[in-house]
């Protein structure tokens, strides 16, 4: 029986690669084995490592198959905009590790979170006296820059002066929402990709005159209840 004894390893692909935070590189990180004639070493054990990022791999150790190569599966870690490293090497500890480098960028919209604005009382007809201020993130709370986003009036027949728009570096963005005309609950919602946020006012309104109605020019005893019940319309 001959033994194959691996003593170095090959990069297989890039090794920089880009993918989403808290999800798995969209292909596999490979390395292939080789003997000490530079034939490609089956039945390779090979260790993968994370170094950064607090991603994870699976599996963690795999052997190479007939073409000396050996892969693993790179999910990276939840954090956006970090140094992701992973390094690859042989178990028996002969040959150089290789590593790999991973930069993270944020996933889908997963929230539309309102971090100011909500449940505001103003006049009917009139602008709110403070702006809505939204912020997109993924599922890992990763702000989206530039994340598209539509506002929808939903009840009241208000208006917005950005019905639909781009979040700005940090995922935020900023609407002014105008009341209809109808009196109580109004709503809108805002929604990026999947991710729906609904946000509600309550529209009023002040008096402006009060008119005698009935009741008015009356006379009678004192402390006795008049024929007719005053009122007044506002």
Do not use: C, H, K, Y
């Not at 991973?102 to 007809?125: K, L």
């Not at 950005?162 to 105008?178: D, F, H, I, K, Y």
């Not at 004192?222 to 005053?230: G, H, I, N, R, S």
């Amino acid at each position: 029986t001959v033994t194959i004894v691996p003593v170095e390893l090959e990069r297989v692909g890039d090794a920089a690669r880009t993918g989403a935070a808290g999800e798995a590189l969209g292909s596999s990180i490979s390395v292939r084995a080789f003997d000490a004639s530079g034939n490609p070493a089956p039945g390779a054990d090979v260790a993968f490592e994370v170094r950064a990022g607090d991603g994870a791999v699976s599996p963690a150790q795999a052997q190479s198959g007939s073409d000396g190569v050996a892969q693993t599966s790179w999910t990276l870690g939840t954090v956006a905009g970090v140094a992701n490293e992973l390094r690859a090497s042989l178990a028996n500890g002969q040959g150089q590790a290789i590593d790999f480098t991973a930069e993270s960028t944020p996933g889908a919209a997963d929230s539309v979170r309102i971090e100011a604005g909500q449940n505001q009382s103003g006049q009917r007809n009139r602008a709110l006296g403070g702006p809505i201020q939204l912020r997109v993130t993924d599922a890992f709370d990763n702000a989206i820059p530039g994340a598209p986003f539509e506002v929808s009036v939903t009840s009241g027949a208000g208006s917005v002066d950005t019905p639909s728009g781009q979040a700005n570096a940090e995922g935020r963005a900023t609407l002014r929402w105008t009341l209809g005309a109808a009196l109580g609950r109004q709503t809108l919602e805002v929604q990026s990709g999947e991710a729906l946020a609904v946000i509600e006012a309550v529209s009023t309104t002040t008096p402006t005159a009060v008119t005698v109605a009935a009741g008015d020019g009356q006379s009678g005893p004192v402390a006795t209840p008049t024929e007719d019940a005053p009122a007044v319309l506002v």
